[in-house]
Each structure stands twice: as C-alpha cells, then as structure tokens.
C-alpha cells in the first residue's frame, strides 16, 4: 500500500511563498503522473498543478506564480508557491498515478492534506 505524506503548509502573508512537498512510501511502482490539488471551503476540489512524463500543466490562476518539480527517484513531488495571493487559501492535496512493476496496473493516491492560508 502506497502512502503519501505531506508537508510544507502554513500561514504567510500575501506576497509571501511556501513550498509544499509530497512523498510517497515503497518501491514496488513507477509514477506516472504527479499532481497538487487544493479545494478552499464551498468549493470543489480543482487541479493546481501536474508533472507528467516532465511536462507540466498549470491551472491559469496559478502560472507564472507556482512551479511543480518531481523527483521519481525520490517518489519526491514539490510545488513552490510564490506571490501568495488570499485566493490560493485551501487546503492543498498532492495525488499521485502509480504503475506497479509486477502487474503493470494503475493505481491513484492522495496525500492527506495541508492547509495553506494566506492573509490579505
């Protein structure tokens, strides 16, 4: 069973940046997509960012502000936020695509949750 523990969350002023970070335990897969989600109160869950095979894609509120980057060596996912806005207060989920080496069968993930708020 494939764990993802996060961190990085917080408060910080807008303006401001973190930098979450998303691991994932075992070796027995590959990773094929790595992606940052959040969802802010009386809202859906929408996608942020996704690194897939390197290439990544980016919700248009967020380009040019936060960056994804992987590590599947590490089975590693960071997203760095900068220029907070009070906007992006949400709690962030990281959610991986995993293929198992033995049976070659996807599997999805997702990471518990961190809090991010920005104050105006």
């Known amino acids: 069973q494939v764990q993802l523990v996060e961190s990085g969350g917080g408060l910080v002023q807008a303006g401001g940046s973190l930098r979450l970070s998303c691991a994932a335990s075992?070796?027995?897969?590959?990773?094929?997509?790595m992606a940052w989600y959040r969802q802010a109160p009386g809202k859906q869950r929408e996608l942020v960012a996704q690194?897939?095979?390197?290439?990544?894609n980016y919700a248009d509120s967020v380009k040019g502000r936060f960056t994804i980057s992987g590590d599947n060596a590490k089975n590693t996912v960071l997203m760095q936020m900068n220029s907070l806005k009070p906007e992006d207060t949400a709690v962030y989920y990281c959610?991986?695509?995993?293929?198992?080496?033995?049976?070659?069968?996807?599997?999805?993930?997702w990471g518990q949750g961190t809090q991010v708020t920005v104050s105006s």
């Open positions: 959610y991986f695509v995993t293929r198992r080496w033995l049976t070659q069968t996807y599997r999805t993930y």
């Open positions: 075992g070796s027995d897969f590959s990773i094929n997509t």
């Open positions: 690194i897939t095979g390197g290439i990544t």
